[in-house]
């Protein structure tokens, strides 16, 4: 008899969970940003976090995770949670 056990992944959640080292190390590169960093951190808590730096944000983590986002993705990042959502969704 075949085996008809339908295997359900989860959502990736990262809320309890420890910010990625090399998220800490691009805030600190990217920002000089030395504060602790938490999932809640956010463009409006890090005083260097404007349009430009936004962009060197979004180079560093394309480049430190080899991944290529979308402009949507580069839009949608306004705090750490919503890197390690793009992380997620890369399967990085």
Do not use: C, Y
């Amino acid at each position: 008899m075949p085996d008809t056990t339908r295997i359900v992944k989860k959502p990736v959640t990262t809320e309890g969970t420890a910010v990625r080292p090399e998220i800490r190390e691009i805030f600190a590169d990217v920002f000089q940003f030395g504060e602790d960093l938490h999932f809640h951190t956010s463009s409006e808590d890090v005083e260097k976090w404007d349009s430009l730096q936004h962009v060197a944000l979004v180079a560093a983590v394309e480049s430190m995770f080899a991944i290529s986002m979308s402009m949507d993705e580069m839009m949608e990042i306004a705090s750490v949670s919503d890197i390690h959502s793009v992380l997620d969704r890369h399967g990085v």
